[in-house]
């Protein structure tokens, strides 16, 4: 079945970087893009990113403001998502997702991963 | 960038009960709009796209409705399993694609 499957919980200090994992199983990789959405605690939904695992074309939300990268390796299946210069805003529960449509960017995404914690403390 | 307000923020309710949850966009976002359940330690599940579409396997008590600016999402009689968290999410104009502030949805 189609599954996305995410690195375990990270504890980071603040100013430090984070690098996320989320490895496709179940479907043609290079057909769907996957997006990035984190919820901090309490918190709603908040879109980060997108990457096009076919082509590798990203686009990003300007509230992380260069911070945030993501990257795709074909022969692995696998999507990474880092994010640089942390701060304690960005604990969360980070969570990547299928866009819903193969070939062409959809917006809604119909696969979700179980979601990776991410705690940012000194 | 796109606002979506969420109406109530708690919504109690009974099961059997029917349940209206509304969200709001800040400027049209034609039908291209989606919504989302979300339980406790889980992430979400997309209910509804284009505004009234149900996704593959959800029941046909989850009802989308509107257009513009103005959707409601009807569930038409509550289940057990349908007390949560909702979302909308909009993909009319992005990025970056955004998410309502969510209305719970409790056992009175």
């Known amino acids: 079945q189609v599954q996305l499957l995410q690195s375990g919980a990270e504890v980071q200090k603040p100013g430090a970087s984070v690098k996320v994992s989320c490895k496709a199983s179940g479907y043609t990789f290079t057909s769907y893009a996957i997006h990035w959405v984190r919820q901090a605690p309490g918190q709603s939904l908040e879109w980060m990113a997108l990457?096009?695992?076919?082509?590798?074309?990203?686009k990003y939300s300007q509230s992380f403001q260069g911070r945030v990268t993501v990257t795709r390796d074909t022969s692995a299946s696998t999507v990474y998502m880092e994010l640089s210069s942390l701060r304690s805003e960005d604990t969360a529960v980070y969570y990547c997702a299928r866009d819903g449509a193969p070939t062409v960017v959809w917006g809604h995404m119909d696969v979700w991963g179980k979601g990776t914690t991410v705690t940012v403390s000194s | 960038e796109i606002v979506l307000t969420q109406s109530p923020g708690t919504l109690s309710l009974s099961p059997g009960e029917r349940a209206t949850l509304s969200c709001r966009a800040s400027q049209s976002v034609s039908r291209s709009l989606g919504w989302y359940q979300q339980k406790p330690g889980r992430a979400p599940r997309l209910l509804i796209y284009d505004a009234s579409t149900r996704a593959t396997g959800v029941p046909a008590r989850f009802s989308g409705s509107g257009s513009g600016t103005d959707f409601t999402l009807t569930i038409s009689s509550l289940e057990p399993e349908d007390f949560a968290v909702y979302y909308c999410q909009q993909r009319s104009n992005w990025p970056p694609l955004t998410f309502g502030g969510g209305t719970k949805v409790e056992i009175k």
């Open positions: 990457i096009n695992a076919g082509n590798g074309d990203t």
